[in-house]
């Protein structure tokens, strides 16, 4: 292979620069580790402990940054709303070839894997690592492989936008409910004692914020991800 | 050991980078950009951090990869 050809000497000088950036970063990483600090989250453990909730990152992005989880939501939604404008006129292509065997049946196979994966990541959010969104888009990746292997299979419109309305809707009614009974949007207003710590049904509305925001995620990845599909194969 | 992991994962993230940017067919760049993905997945792993290793898993290597193929097909020449 003879890169020389092709790429000028800016390019060599900027690898050059970055490995020397790289390199001098990995210095200072290594040699000034501060002796006190174990772990970042020592002190987000001991405030943890009050919420009753086992992961420490999920009491973090959904209880005390609950507020930044709507406005995720609400960009997610824009995004699939653009991209279904632009692109969900898909006609059926006349000459579309079959999937092979393999692809067909191992589909078959991992699809309700793929889908109790998604489901245990959302549920045990709380416990685990994981979370809402993260199970989403999960379930999403096990919508994609039955789109790639049956050619004929289309996401239900009229059951993903119910779900999708649904779920957009206890998102904030849950915000609201918390706002009205604790102050505070997304307060945690049902009983979440320190001492359920670790059961499935601990944390207060958690579990019901990350269940709320899995099926939304989900959803909308879906719909995302087949509308990219379909666009594609008329082309 | 820990460090030991995370120096491999850190200059395997650097190499696989380097591979996608001087790479000629952009369907190879993406699989190696999927590699940048899988590295850094490693990196947040054991760096103490499961749960954003599991959403770049799932995003940067899975979706936003699906994304990029989905845009080279649109392509009308081959590259």
Do not use: C
């Amino acid at each position: 292979m003879n890169f020389k050809r092709d790429i000028s000497t800016r390019t060599y000088s900027g690898f050059a620069l970055s490995a020397l950036l790289v390199l001098t970063i990995l210095n200072v990483m290594l040699q000034n580790i501060p002796a006190h600090i174990e772990r970042a989250g020592d002190q987000l453990l001991a405030l943890n402990a009050q919420e009753g909730v086992a992961n420490a990152v999920t009491s973090v992005v959904v209880y005390f940054r609950g507020f930044d989880t709507l406005g995720e939501i609400a960009v997610l939604f824009i995004a699939a709303l653009g991209i279904g404008l632009m692109l969900s006129e898909h006609t059926k292509d006349p000459h579309h070839e079959e999937s092979s065997f393999i692809l067909q049946k191992a589909s078959k196979l991992l699809f309700p894997i793929i889908m109790l994966f998604g489901v245990y990541v959302m549920i045990y959010g709380h416990l685990s690592p994981g979370g809402g969104f993260q199970g989403g888009v999960i379930i999403a990746s096990g919508v994609l492989l039955l789109l790639i292997s049956d050619q004929n299979f289309e996401v239900p419109h009229a059951v993903i936008s119910a779900l999708e309305t649904f779920a957009g809707i206890s998102y904030v009614l849950i915000g609201l409910i918390g706002l009205l009974v604790m102050d505070k949007f997304l307060g945690n207003f049902l009983p979440h004692d320190v001492s359920e710590m670790g059961m499935l049904l601990s944390g207060g509305i958690i579990p019901l914020v990350y269940i709320v925001v899995g099926v939304k995620v989900g959803s909308e990845m879906s719909l995302i991800v087949q509308n990219l599909l379909k666009r594609s194969e008329d082309v | 050991m820990t460090g030991l992991i995370i120096l491999f994962a850190f200059f395997a993230v650097i190499i696989v980078a380097f591979a996608a940017v001087i790479q000629k067919r952009l369907p190879d760049a993406i699989i190696l950009f999927m590699g940048v993905g899988l590295g850094t997945v490693v990196l947040f792993f054991v760096m103490q951090a499961p749960d954003v290793a599991m959403t770049e898993a799932v995003i940067g290597a899975g979706i936003s990869s699906l994304i990029f193929l989905m845009a080279l097909k649109h392509f009308k020449e081959p590259v």
